[in-house]
């Protein structure tokens, strides 16, 4: 029954750190992680927010301390119109703080990649970077991984954390699941805040919507801010379908001066105070990225039955490389801190004989994570439509509704929560409370 022991982690990402240090830390297994890049590629990624229900577990994992210091605390998105008017206040943490005693924050990727980074330290637990798989035999009792230096290793369990351009998912577990382009795009820099704002101004969001896209801010830790511009770009032609990554590389050029160019006609019609401020922004920005926004299709497989019929499967994929959404519910690296937290109470049951097989415990994972993020992903691709080019009365519209809200929702001093709902106050351990054991054999 309990033959777990070393497990394999493919991904140094926020899901495979998380995964390292919950499964030291919770079922006592000895976890090594294999990361394709080395370490000073950390950088990638501008900021990064994550809703209550992710802080909850960054909490379980005992992380908050390292946390804190590094992120900012939100508490209100205000949405501007182009003429630079405030036409809604949306208190984004208030409801979900005194439900969970969790808030929304934001965090740099680079410095919740080094938090997690300094975890597994406190565990032993060994990180490889270079490492570029080739192959994965799944034995039905252990699997193998082999990597194209000519090393492999030998585990009970296999977690492809590889994100959304997973190897482990094309290799071995759904080679014709690839990842599909939202027809979204952005582009974003962090910068030095060099303005004198109100100090207030440090917890709070800035959007503007406007008919060729969505213009937003977002304060960082030390003094600095995250802007970006979010808005429909066509696939690239000549990307073709075989690997998209290489058809953006190539056009990546293009498309950055592209979004450039339009970001400036954007701010042109945004007026007052606020569009001076973004104007101020971007002018300063040293360092701008272009990312389009992929997303893996619903239904593809997680896990593959074992090569050996009497055996359990031993590979699991978890976070974007099985279920990357578009980024515009926030919610990526809260969902792979919830897979995470899900498939360590399944194993800890596993471990106690509660379920007979890897193949039980895979099954339960799949049941309840599935309607989860169908969920989320709905409501990614329903906030990515938002950021498509539409008719300048479509925006005036969206512009008159929201401020008429506002003073209807003050009159009867209702809240102005607008984001609030049971996605961020959803807790993945009641889940677990209610899984019942599989038959054993
Ligand atoms: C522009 C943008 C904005 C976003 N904004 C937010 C946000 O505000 N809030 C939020 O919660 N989420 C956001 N996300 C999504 C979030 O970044 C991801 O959901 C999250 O990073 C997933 O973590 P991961 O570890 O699964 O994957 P990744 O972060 O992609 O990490 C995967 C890791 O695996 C490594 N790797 C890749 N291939 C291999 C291989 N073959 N072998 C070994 N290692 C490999 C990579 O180098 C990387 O270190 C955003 C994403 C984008 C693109």
Redesign the pocket.
């Known amino acids: 029954m309990y033959d777990l022991e070393r497990i394999i982690i ?7 750190l998380a995964a390292a240090i919950r499964l030291a830390q919770n079922n006592k297994l000895s976890p090594i992680i ?4 080395n370490p000073g ?1 950390a950088s990638l ?6 809703p209550a229900n ?1 802080v909850r577990v960054l909490h379980r994992l005992g992380l908050w301390d390292s946390i804190l210091p590094r992120s900012v605390d939100i508490a209100k998105n205000v949405v501007h119109s182009t003429s630079g008017s405030v036409l809604n206040e949306v208190d984004v943490a208030s409801e979900a703080k005194n439900q969970t005693g969790f808030g929304y924050i934001r965090i740099n ?1 680079v410095d919740l990649v080094q938090c997690l980074r300094d975890a597994t330290q406190e565990y032993d637990i060994p990180i490889h970077y270079d ?3 080739q192959s994965i035999d799944d034995l039905g009792d252990s699997v193998t991984v082999t990597f194209t230096d000519g090393t492999s290793d030998t585990g009970s369990l296999l977690l492809g ?8 998912r094309r290799i071995h577990v759904d080679a014709e699941i690839a990842p599909e382009y939202s027809g979204i795009s ?1 582009i ?1 820099s962090i910068v030095d805040d060099v303005t004198n704002r109100d100090p207030r101004d440090t917890t709070s969001l800035h959007s503007t919507l406007t008919p060729h896209g969505m213009l937003a801010t977002a304060p960082c830790a030390a003094n600095q801010i995250f802007w970006f511009f979010s808005k429909e770009v066509p696939l690239p032609q000549g990307s073709g379908s075989v690997d998209v990554r290489d058809g953006w590389m190539l056009h990546r050029q293009n498309e950055l001066a592209d979004c450039r160019n339009s970001l400036s006609n954007v701010l042109d019609c945004v007026q007052g105070k606020w569009g001076k401020y973004l104007r101020q922004l971007v002018d300063a920005s040293q360092d701008v990225h272009f ?1 389009p ?1 992929y997303r893996i299709p619903l239904g593809g497989r997680w896990f593959v039955s074992s090569d050996n019929p009497q055996g359990s499967p031993r590979v699991l994929l ?4 099985a279920h ?1 959404v578009q ?1 515009h519910a ?7 801190l919830e897979d995470v937290i899900l498939l360590s109470g399944l194993l800890v049951q596993y471990q106690d004989g509660d379920h007979a097989s890897l193949q039980g415990v895979f099954d339960r994972f799949d049941q309840i994570r599935r309607p989860r993020i169908q969920r989320i992903n709905e409501v990614a691709m329903r906030n990515g439509r938002m950021r498509r080019n539409q008719s300048p009365w479509a925006v005036w519209c969206k512009e008159w509704y929201m401020w008429t809200m506002l003073r209807i929702n003050r009159f009867w001093g209702m809240s102005m929560s607008g984001v609030l709902n049971g996605d961020v106050l959803y807790d993945v351990e009641k889940e677990l409370k209610q899984v019942k054991p599989t038959e054993l054999n």
């Open positions: 493919i991904g140094g990402g926020p899901t495979g294999y990361e394709l890049r590629t990624g501008g900021s990064l927010g994550i992710g990727r490492k570029q798989i954390c590889d994100g959304i351009h997973s190897s482990v952005a974003s990312y926004h978890l976070g974007d490389a990357a980024p926030g919610q990526g690296v809260a969902m792979a």
